[in-house]
């Protein structure tokens, strides 16, 4: 199995920043992308804020287009978002997620972090 360990949450007022961490451990053989999604309370969809590809290309959501940052490290099994200018509207609670495969099973499967709140109050 693949696990995702997310840190870096927290609260920030309005115009603060958060760094976000995510590490992939266990039987990992690649990770072909890996990525962030936030999930409002009481919204059941998972929305995506950024993802990158092992060679490095990284998507964004629409709403955090040059505010957020997404970068990786391949050699950690590891990739973070840096987030700026945050506002109320990106309190959520942000997962990990890894599309990768694992030394046990052939194939490649979706792996979600346990989550880490993100709140941006004054």
């Known amino acids: 199995q693949v696990h995702l360990v997310e840190s870096g949450g927290g609260l920030v007022q309005p115009g603060g920043s958060l760094r976000l961490s995510c590490a992939a451990s266990g039987s990992v053989r690649h990770i072909h992308a890996m990525g962030w999604y936030r999930q409002v309370r009481g919204n059941q969809q998972r929305e995506l804020v950024a993802t990158v590809t092992s060679g490095f290309t990284p998507v964004y959501g629409d709403s955090v287009k040059g505010r957020f940052t997404i970068s990786r490290e391949n050699a950690k099994n590891a990739v973070y978002l840096q987030m700026v200018n945050l506002t109320p509207e990106d309190t959520a609670v942000y997962y990990c997620?890894?599309?990768?495969?694992?030394?046990?099973?052939?194939?490649?499967?979706?792996?979600w972090g346990q989550g880490t709140q993100v709140t941006v109050s004054a």
């Open positions: 997620k890894a599309v990768a495969s694992n030394t046990v099973v052939a194939g490649y499967s979706d792996y």
